[in-house]
């Protein structure tokens, strides 16, 4: 199996709701450094997994709509507490969308799983994969 | 899949016997930079993969039981060689244990895997993973 | 010259005002990876230039003052961009003034200088450095 | 499942044929740092994965085929691109032949797995892994 | 004093002249992975060293001189060895004319020095700095 | 000025004596992450700092003096702490020595300043740096 990781980040300010969240159920913030991962079991007829550039490009239009934003105020995540691993889920499900819609090329029908993982400091990080 | 990742460190003597090992026959030491992953399907009704402080706390409370000691001296490795990967086991199982004895919370439950690696330096990392 | 630095971290929301920052006006926030450097020219008398769990210990001190929380709603700042190097002075005044009282310890009027590196992404991070 | 991984890097000139590298069909170079993960089930009588110091000189001996080299004269690369996704096949393969004759020593007939990660850049990775 | 740090890529073939260079005579690349630190010693009105968008854009913009191509063929280096100390020097040159055109803005003839760092390999880097 | 970075590492085993190390009072041990920096105003005829090559075996010669073994054998660091910014000292000056004996070469006369720092984990780190 092949993998190809473009890597890219996103700074948000948000809040939680339950106990089990402490103080971070008040309004903080943080900066998400974001691996995508892309696997396939054989490479393209140019010899790669995906063409790295429009997967790059892919990502930072996907984390654009998070990017310097207040994630409490966004309609899509009522109710929900947009942890960092709901956001990677997020991520890979709206990645997974524009994929499927051929944003990464002719050849990209051959991706067969894909990680999305979300750094979020230098001891915690999150991360969602699934079949493609 | 989810995972959730949280990061440590302990630091120890020890030394190895075999002819393999060289001159870390030697009593030496070592930083252990712990990584302890955690993985389940669907995250619990908080939007999470585990109670992340409480996975922190866990992981540093299992640690303590090595950190600032010399393994020769401990009885649980009486005859075997404490290496990076036979610590990330050790790791793993004492984790593991706790985890079914309830520590990480009630929604722990839904947890199916997890991985302990051991970085040992800037080019060498040792891990154990297994289903829980 | 000696130096020893400690890491931690925070999470915060904050704002800017100004043009110059563009979409980093609406309210976001970043998790900042701080690293807190001291300086002396010679070692003291148990060889070392701080007792670094003391420092480790302050520093986590006064990084609580802001973590987990927005810092447009400090009335220390208002009026003030709370940028990264802004940050980075704020937490070094901080810092100097308890080691000033004492806190790190009888040894630590050896110390010279101090510099407050906040890292704020994979790509940029600010510091401030000055005598002590 | 048990792992064990060594790093060390090379560093090549190449050339890529078609239109979807743009400005990468110019000739230009790479540094890879390579992380050569091995795997097993059981560790073996010494409390190992593997004699570390062996699957790095490996290592290092595979890549040296290619440091300080123009990929675009390696007879072996005629017609093919040589990306990183390409690279990490081509050193799987070269190491997996030398494990296969003996090179990592009598116990490491019980290696299940390898995967080889070259890292390009900050931002961008590929890896190859498969059973041995 | 405070300083801020941006950082980006870029990836090159070259060759060495002279014996010291051993097997790096030969035609082969690397990937640079630059910082690029700017100093002064009060903040600006805004609260910051520099608008860091304008430092990132600048760096971008100096390194795709170089990016994916072969500096032996640059006139410019003819008969220099565009060793990674080398470049960093280049790199430095090129930014500090911009900086004095007035690419950073009409606050940044504040800023007092600057460093440029390439980082070639997890093991190796070089770096030049100076006043501006 | 310019400077070159080299990076190894070094595992041993120690322990301390003072109130103030605590539980480090106890044997433990350390993975040491290693930089050597070194600084000159101007390039060789060669345009480097030094030899890069030889100032890495330099630096793994130096480091082997100490690599697995225990400290608080050694004859030269009797009724002394080997802290981190102790050993930092302990290695500026024997490289320093050998430096000053030729072994970087003829063009080494010119390097004005070196600093060695030592990483002790992923949260600590200590240097000793001073003129040549």
């Given at each position: 199996m092949y993998s190809v990781n473009v890597r890219d980040h996103f700074m948000i300010a948000h809040s939680f709701?339950?106990?089990?969240?402490?103080?971070?159920?008040?309004?903080?913030?943080?900066?998400?450094?974001?691996?995508?991962?892309?696997?396939?079991?054989?490479?393209?007829?140019?010899?790669?997994?995906?063409?790295?550039?429009?997967?790059?490009?892919?990502?930072?239009?996907?984390?654009?709509?998070?990017?310097?934003?207040?994630?409490d105020e966004d309609a899509d995540f009522k109710g929900r507490n947009t942890t960092t691993e709901f956001m990677a889920r997020v991520i890979f499900d709206r990645v997974a969308v524009r994929i499927a819609a051929g944003e990464l090329g002719p050849h990209a029908g051959g991706l067969l799983a894909m990680r999305v993982r979300l750094n979020e400091s230098h001891v915690a990080w999150a991360a969602y994969e699934a079949a493609l």
């Open positions: 709701r339950g106990e089990v969240f402490g103080p971070a159920q008040r309004l903080h913030g943080a900066t998400y450094v974001v691996d995508l991962e892309l696997r396939r079991a054989e490479l393209d007829a140019d010899g790669v997994v995906v063409d790295i550039a429009l997967a790059a490009e892919l990502l930072r239009s996907v984390l654009a709509q998070f990017n310097l934003r207040n994630l």
